[in-house]
């Protein structure tokens, strides 16, 4: 073997082995899920049946812990602006507040995005004003990925180390998408942190639901709004072309899953369900609009979507959970698997964000007047059918920020909620609250 063909083997072989190791140009390493497999030990009342009634408590103390009875949870209030005419709250009970080490929370406070640290409430010193749809990327700790601030006419996805407080570019969108539209864009991010999905608009004037691949800053599903309406779909007689609520990766990367804002079983209604790579047409979920998030099954391996079900088969008259997998049915509506029955009045949000096989309800509701199972409570409803009753929210619910919309941590250690704490204020006067659900991480 001359020296030729000896340096051409060599370099052979280490295009092989850049190749295994996914890092070949054109076959970027792909990320890993995170997810939490193992079911936590939670802490709670696991009994449906009980009514539990709240203790007249006062507004706790600033970050101090407060047993919350019968329930032998723990909760801490981490804000601090309703006695200076502000509120304090997370964002949404479909998006994560924690990030992946569980050391910060996202924030708003006044009608700002604010970060602080976990267990001692120090605030960051960032500037969030100029940008949309932060989340935490659900694999790198202490980072928010955002889009820019709409302010030109080119959409940029960004980042920061919080810690750090540099803003970082990652990648512009085609030069024809002028502006992100944020609330069908606020989404979670697939757990592996490669799928970002929303809405935008359009240079030409038309708006388009898409998917791009954060492993290589492509483009993948774009889907017309204007064309869906004019081949597929049929426009509402009062409304026209009906936009989507909400727009999101499925949590293993697997759908490209459309929340519309109208029911019903005709093409852009309910909850459909497309190829994330072609944005092909695959299924429906859900035929309604109610309130839900999407989760991961026990092993898994599988996904659905939890929402309140209007007729629990139990009792037709009453409502209650159910759970419908993903991607859905072609041609009519995935079945729901039922699971607790409640009474009306008592559905308020749920966040899927935690481990595998559950999903963290938000119940409405006075549960002093109303003297009924969940009324006023945070609980656990595992994909088996078990609850976990964890604490009342306190709440009066008379704003739109005093809505508890609770969410769970990635690891299930912690639940966060907005509460007015009993006090229904002229102007929005939530705080936000931790509450530590197991006894081990």
Known sequence: MNCAQLLMLLLMT??????????????????????????????????????????????PELGQPML??????????????????????????????????????????????????????????????????????????????????????????????????????????????????????FDEVSRDGRWITGMAAMANGDSVIFSSDMTDGMMRAELSLAELYSTVCKPDPQYGNVEPDWVSASPLGKWLVVQWARAGTTRCSGLETFDIFTGEYVGRVYDGIQHGDLGVMPGGKDEFFMTFEMTHPLNNGQPGQGLRLLPGEYKGVQKPVYLQMMDWGTQGHISCQGPAGLCLVSGSGDPATMQVPFAGELFLQFTDGRIMRLAHHHSTECRYWSQPRASISQSGRYAIFASDWGNCGDTDNSEAYILELSETN
Not at 39 to 55: A, T
Not at 83 to 93: C, D, L, M, P
């Open 14 to 59: 280490l295009a092989v082995n850049l190749l295994l190791l996914g890092c070949g140009a054109d076959t970027p390493s792909l990320p890993k899920i995170q997810l939490q497999l193992t079911e936590p030990k939670f802490v709670g009342v696991s009994d449906p049946s009980q009514i539990l009634l709240p203790n007249i408590l006062p507004l």
């Open 68 to 185: 919350e009875l019968p329930f032998k949870t723990t909760l801490r209030r981490i804000t601090d602006r309703s006695a200076k005419a502000g509120f304090g709250t997370h964002i949404y009970s479909q998006l994560q507040a924690f990030d992946p080490d569980e050391t910060f929370v996202l924030l708003i406070e006044d009608g700002e995005y604010v970060v602080r640290a976990v267990d001692s409430l120090k605030k960051l010193p960032l500037d969030l004003r100029d940008i949309n749809a932060p989340r935490w990327h659900p694999t790198l700790p202490h980072t928010l990925i955002f889009y820019d601030s709409n302010q030109n006419k080119e959409i940029e996805l960004q980042s920061v180390d919080v810690e750090v407080g540099d803003v970082a570019p990652l990648y512009t969108f085609p030069k024809q998408y002028s502006r992100v539209r944020n609330n069908q864009s």
